[in-house]
Each structure stands twice: as structure tokens, then as C-alpha cells.
């Protein structure tokens, strides 16, 4: 099983470059999260789905875009990075209900100088 | 506004000892939580979780406790072990609309 899976692992931007963080599940899941890790701090929201086509924002949104055209993907956009994105990403995914366990991807470390 | 809070930064145990850990919450809101162990350089792993209907869930050396009243819930491990090294995030969620909050973790440390 794949599970939740994050790419690029590594990447290294500059001030005022874009790009995409790719998250794909394979296990059918219809919610989707993205989370930001920085250094000594807690795991942050950044913006969620609860099914393809819909899609919200969690506690730090700013600089940051998402779509859900699929169940099985949930790709971050990040526009005009800056050095306060700089961060570990972390793409998870759970079943329907309310209680189900969030299944976690293994992170995609960013860079922005 | 941090709406769950870890506010030990860290934990240092014996093997062998309980390790608590805390957890506090301010949303009466929600209505069932998780707690995950991290390890670094890997994603965030379950490890178990509760409703508010209960206030005691156990799950082999694990258990998490809940009192609604005073917002709060804790995790012990008994008896500690240096794997369970790792840093601990508990997560509050339900009503939300899918949402889940984390806060900000507790390092454990485990000392042979």
C-alpha cells in the first residue's frame, strides 16, 4: 500500500518563486489535509478538503493555494514564496467520519532564500 | 489563537517510569481526539485516540484520559521505553467541518 504520498522530498526556492507540492492517496479517502511543520513549533493547517471540488481554509491559508479536481489528489501551490514558508509540508488523508485517524505522508522539507 | 495547547515543550523519563503527557483545548466544540507520535524526518503516526463520550481509552501501554469539564486530556505510557523517544501531538476535531487542530508537541525523552 502507498498510502499518502508527498512530492518532491527536498526542494530549494527562491524569493518570489512558484510551485506545487504534489499529494496523492490511494485509499479512497474523501478527506485531505495539508499542514506546515515549522522548526520547535506544532503541525499547522494550512487548508483542507472534505471531497473533490470543495475545499477550505485552515489557520495560516496566506500564500498559499489549493484545488481538489480528484479524490485521490490534493496538490499545494505556493505563490511568490517567501522565506517565511520556509517549512516541512505534510500532505494526510482520512476516511468520512468524523473519528477516522488521519494517515500521514512522509513530509516535503522547503527552502526558500 | 491557539485553540489546543501543549504547553510542555518537552519530557524526560526513566525507562520503566509513566510518562504524562498533557493536552488542554478551548473549544467545547470539539468532540473527539487523537494523540500521534512523530519521529524526525518521517510523517506524523496514530496512536490512539477518544470521543467525548468517553474519558478513558486504552490501547496496550497507552491510555488517554478526557475530562470535558476542565478541557483537558492526557496520555500515559507505562511502562516508558527509549523507543517511545519521540516528539507527541495531540489533535482535537468534530463539529468542525472536517477540520483538525494540533498543538504544539511535547518532545518525550526516554532514558535507559
Known amino acids: 500500500n502507498a498510502g499518502v504520498t508527498q512530492t518532491p522530498k527536498f526542494r530549494i526556492l527562491k524569493i518570489g518563486q512558484s510551485m506545487t507540492l504534489q499529494c496523492t492517496q490511494d485509499?479512497?479517502?474523501?478527506?485531505m489535509y495539508w499542514y506546515r511543520q515549522d522548526p520547535g513549533m506544532g503541525l499547522k493547517l494550512i487548508y483542507y478538503?472534505?471531497?473533490?471540488?470543495?475545499?477550505d481554509k485552515g489557520e495560516v491559508p496566506n500564500g498559499y493555494n489549493v484545488s481538489r479536481s480528484t479524490t485521490e489528489d490534493f496538490p499545494l501551490r505556493l505563490e511568490l514564496a517567501a522565506p517565511s514558508q520556509t517549512s516541512v509540508y505534510f500532505c494526510?488523508?482520512?476516511?468520512?467520519?468524523?473519528?477516522?485517524?488521519?494517515?500521514f505522508g512522509e513530509g516535503s522539507r522547503l527552502t526558500v532564500l | 489563537d491557539q485553540q489546543v495547547k501543549q504547553n510542555s515543550p518537552s519530557l524526560s523519563v526513566q525507562e520503566g517510569r509513566i510518562s504524562i503527557l498533557n493536552c488542554d483545548y478551548t473549544?467545547?466544540?470539539?468532540?473527539?481526539f487523537l494523540w500521534y507520535k512523530k519521529y524526525p524526518a518521517e510523517g506524523p503516526t496514530f496512536l490512539i485516540s477518544?470521543?467525548?463520550?468517553?474519558d478513558k481509552n486504552e490501547d496496550g501501554r497507552f491510555t488517554v484520559f478526557l475530562n470535558k469539564s476542565a478541557k483537558h486530556l492526557s496520555l500515559h505510557i507505562v511502562p516508558s521505553q527509549p523507543g517511545d523517544s519521540a516528539v507527541y501531538f495531540c489533535?482535537?476535531?468534530?463539529?468542525?467541518?472536517?477540520?483538525?487542530?494540533f498543538g504544539q508537541g511535547t518532545e518525550l525523552s526516554v532514558k535507559p
Open positions: 494526510a488523508s482520512r476516511t468520512s467520519e468524523n473519528t477516522g485517524e488521519l494517515f
Open positions: 485509499m479512497n479517502h474523501n478527506y
Open positions: 478538503s472534505v471531497g473533490a471540488g470543495i475545499t
Open positions: 473549544n467545547s466544540m470539539f468532540d473527539y
Open positions: 477518544i470521543s467525548s463520550i468517553k
Open positions: 489533535a482535537a476535531g468534530g463539529n468542525q467541518g472536517g477540520k483538525l487542530i
